[in-house]
């Protein structure tokens, strides 16, 4: 085994596990850049997503391989020979490509797979043998591994060393154990395990209990060296172990966890903002370093402590996850040269003619608002229009008074034709939201509607972030704009377009139904 003792991998499943969540999906392009990102702030693998799960799936994974320069790519199969196939196919042109199957070995898990304990490790034996033959980098996982009993946890653990398995995960899959139980079982099982010397520990944990991170770092200090993680924490039910919190938690208590990673820590926050921006997940406020509120300080006792000596109530920078101190509005007189430097210093290089798009409306923006602040830019910088989107919003007037009903005239092209109508609802917002469904008829049902100030004062920006369900498939949308009809409707037509790219991506004709990790029939 390659020496990592002072070493802990970073291995991100945003794009897998992240994705999955319902709601989180994310288009190609999207899934494209965020994995760009990652490999730019040094995560040593990325899981790039499910190749079997759908067409869309097994195209991304394929893009990313070929296009990463320095990570891992790993993908994600079950334990069975088709899965596996299409996971290597998908990742086999990476520099560094990764199989990594799995199976519940839970009493629940074989249940549900109607299993015994010796047909599930045959199973085992059979599925690594056959990755191992396709790739000399296999990682192994056995499924709710902190509810398996112990006996058999570390049979299965044996046999997919045994076969070949480089390394080995021991999930969390439910958020189910505690700091001292995750080092534990790590360490248990390095001493008791045959070939365990041979071999890296992961540790992959779930927030059900708010304890990912801990329980991450617990793992690690067992002897895990490899933290399994998502940008933001972002996963099913209450997420994943956050990246930034076990990154910069190692890089502020080294002291008493001395391992180090290889990311840019600098590059943190820039890429949060993006995965909140794809996701449609926001950030909460008080979120640890990600958060609006992580580095502000309100209170009078805090703010003259912190005029006095910054340590006083922090333990790390701003800057260490690449938050630039306080920065001077642009206004309406600002130039091009003026609005590239301004990105540069916020981590976004774009290309001329993406510079030349932002700039239209980033002026735009500074006509209907005396200060651009830094969020406005960065709400502003990724507000275009995906090439393939089948609807476009063209104009929008809205009625508004005391007395409704309220009305919203709306051009709105479709596959490149102009339709109009004139709708009206309960408010504004309802009233435009029919007028898109006068035009455009859809089963869609609306899960969520959200909107936040990206500044303060009356003429801030709103982001609104809306969520929609169609057939058990659910798309996120969200824009940005000062006025909020216009953003909310904007939001809405991108969610639409996402289902819609969705619905493709599982047509009729496509031999490959989706699927989740978690079906249970193979
Ligand atoms: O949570 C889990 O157990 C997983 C596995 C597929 C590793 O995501
Ligand atoms: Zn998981």
Same mark, same amino acid.
């Given at each position: 085994?390659?020496?990592?003792?002072?070493?802990?991998?970073?291995?991100?499943?945003?794009?897998?596990?992240?994705?999955?969540?319902?709601?989180?999906?994310?288009?190609?392009?999207?899934?494209?850049?965020?994995?760009?990102?990652?490999?730019?702030?040094?995560?040593?693998?990325?899981?790039? +997503?499910?190749?079997?799960?759908?067409?869309?799936?097994?195209?991304?994974?394929?893009?990313?391989?070929?296009?990463?320069?320095?990570?891992?790519?790993?993908?994600?199969?079950?334990?069975?020979?088709?899965?596996?196939?299409?996971?290597?196919?998908?990742?086999?042109?990476?520099?560094?490509?990764?199989?990594?199957?799995?199976?519940?070995?839970?009493?629940?898990?074989?249940?549900?797979?109607?299993?015994?304990?010796?047909?599930?490790?045959?199973?085992?034996?059979?599925?690594?043998?056959?990755?191992?033959?396709?790739?000399?980098?296999?990682?192994?996982?056995?499924?709710?591994?902190?509810?398996?009993?112990?006996?058999?946890?570390?049979?299965?653990?044996?046999?997919?060393?045994?076969?070949?398995?480089?390394?080995?995960?021991?999930?969390?899959?439910?958020?189910?154990?505690?700091?001292?139980?995750?080092?534990?079982?790590?360490?248990?099982?390095?001493?008791?395990?045959?070939?365990?010397?041979?071999?890296?520990?992961?540790?992959?944990?779930?927030?059900?209990?708010?304890?990912?991170?801990?329980?991450?770092?617990?793992?690690?200090?067992?002897?895990?060296?490899?933290?399994?993680?998502?940008?933001?924490?972002?996963?099913?039910?209450?997420?994943?172990?956050?990246?930034?919190?076990?990154?910069?938690?190692?890089?502020?208590?080294?002291?008493?966890?001395?391992?180090?990673?290889?990311?840019?820590?600098?590059?943190?926050?820039?890429?949060?903002?993006?995965?909140?921006?794809?996701?449609?997940?926001?950030?909460?406020?008080?979120?640890?370093?990600?958060?609006?509120?992580?580095?502000?300080?309100?209170?009078?006792?805090?703010?003259?402590?912190?005029?006095?000596?910054?340590?006083?109530?922090?333990?790390?920078?701003?800057?260490?996850?690449?938050?630039?101190?306080?920065?001077?509005?642009? +206004?309406?007189?600002?130039?091009?040269?003026?609005?590239?430097?301004?990105?540069?210093?916020?981590?976004?290089?774009?290309?001329?003619?993406?510079?030349?798009?932002?700039?239209?409306?980033?002026?735009?923006?500074?006509?209907?608002?005396?200060?651009?602040?830094?969020?406005?830019?960065?709400?502003?910088?990724?507000?275009?229009?995906?090439?393939?989107?089948?609807?476009?919003?063209?104009?929008?007037?809205?009625?508004?008074?005391?007395?409704?009903?309220?009305?919203?005239?709306?051009?709105?092209?479709?596959?490149?034709?102009?339709?109009?109508?004139?709708?009206?609802?309960?408010?504004?917002?309802?009233?435009?939201?029919?007028?898109?469904?006068?035009?455009?008829?859809?089963?869609?049902?609306?899960?969520?509607?959200?909107?936040?100030?990206?500044?303060?004062?009356?003429?801030?920006?709103?982001?609104?972030?809306?969520?929609?369900?169609?057939? +058990?498939?659910?798309?996120?949308?969200?824009?940005?704009?000062?006025?909020?009809?216009?953003?909310?409707?904007?939001?809405?037509?991108?969610?639409?377009?996402?289902?819609?790219?969705?619905?493709?991506?599982?047509?009729?004709?496509?031999?490959?139904?989706?699927?989740?990790?978690?079906?249970? +029939?193979?």
């Amino acid at each position: 085994m390659t020496n990592y003792k002072n070493r802990v991998l970073i291995f991100d499943t945003t794009l897998r596990d992240g994705e999955q969540s319902p709601g989180a999906t994310m288009t190609h392009a999207e899934k494209l850049e965020i994995a760009e990102m990652l490999d730019d702030m040094g995560v040593d693998i990325i899981e790039a +997503g499910f190749p079997i799960a759908s067409e869309g799936d097994f195209k991304a994974v394929s893009e990313i391989s070929e296009r990463t320069k320095t990570a891992s790519i790993c993908g994600l199969a079950r334990a069975n020979v088709r899965d596996i196939d299409r996971c290597w196919e998908a990742i086999r042109h990476a520099a560094n490509p990764r199989i990594h199957t799995f199976i519940g070995t839970s009493p629940l898990h074989r249940d549900m797979h109607s299993l015994t304990q010796d047909a599930m490790a045959e199973r085992i034996h059979e599925a690594v043998t056959h990755a191992r033959n396709l790739s000399d980098n296999v990682q192994w996982s056995s499924m709710d591994a902190t509810r398996t009993e112990w006996d058999y946890l570390k049979r299965t653990v044996e046999i997919a060393i045994k076969a070949g398995a480089s390394t080995i995960n021991i999930p969390d899959t439910v958020g189910y154990t505690a700091p001292m139980e995750s080092s534990d079982l790590i360490a248990r099982l390095i001493a008791d395990v045959d070939g365990a010397k041979n071999v890296v520990f992961a540790t992959h944990c779930h927030n059900d209990l708010g304890m990912a991170t801990a329980n991450s770092l617990a793992a690690v200090i067992g002897g895990a060296r490899q933290i399994e993680c998502t940008i933001n924490g972002l996963g099913e039910r209450a997420g994943n172990t956050a990246l930034e919190e076990v990154v910069m938690a190692l890089r502020v208590r080294h002291d008493i966890m001395p391992w180090d990673t290889r990311i840019d820590t600098t590059k943190i926050m820039n890429i949060s903002r993006r995965v909140a921006a794809v996701s449609g997940f926001p950030v909460q406020f008080n979120k640890a370093i990600v958060g609006k509120n992580a580095f502000a300080h309100e209170s009078g006792i805090h703010q003259d402590g912190m005029l006095k000596n910054r340590e006083t109530f922090e333990v790390m920078r701003p800057e260490d996850v690449g938050l630039s101190g306080t920065s001077l509005p642009m +206004g309406k007189h600002s130039g091009r040269a003026a609005l590239r430097a301004k990105l540069a210093a916020l981590g976004i290089e774009l290309a001329d003619n993406q510079l030349n798009d932002v700039f239209v409306r980033f002026k735009d923006l500074a006509d209907r608002k005396k200060e651009v602040f830094d969020d406005d830019l960065l709400a502003l910088v990724h507000q275009n229009d995906a090439e393939d989107d089948r609807l476009r919003l063209k104009s929008l007037a809205v009625v508004c008074g005391t007395t409704g009903p309220q009305k919203a005239d709306m051009v709105l092209e479709i596959d490149g034709k102009d339709a109009s109508v004139s709708a009206t609802g309960d408010g504004p917002v309802d009233a435009t939201f029919n007028a898109v469904k006068a035009l455009f008829p859809h089963d869609a049902r609306l899960q969520l509607y959200q909107v936040h100030a990206v500044t303060e004062g009356t003429d801030a920006q709103a982001t609104v972030s809306v969520r929609m369900e169609e057939d +058990g498939r659910i798309a996120t949308g969200q824009s940005a704009d000062t006025d909020t009809v216009v953003a909310s409707a904007k939001a809405y037509i991108n969610a639409l377009n996402r289902l819609l790219v969705r619905r493709e991506r599982s047509a009729p004709g496509s031999d490959i139904k989706e699927v989740s990790y978690k079906d249970a +029939g193979e």
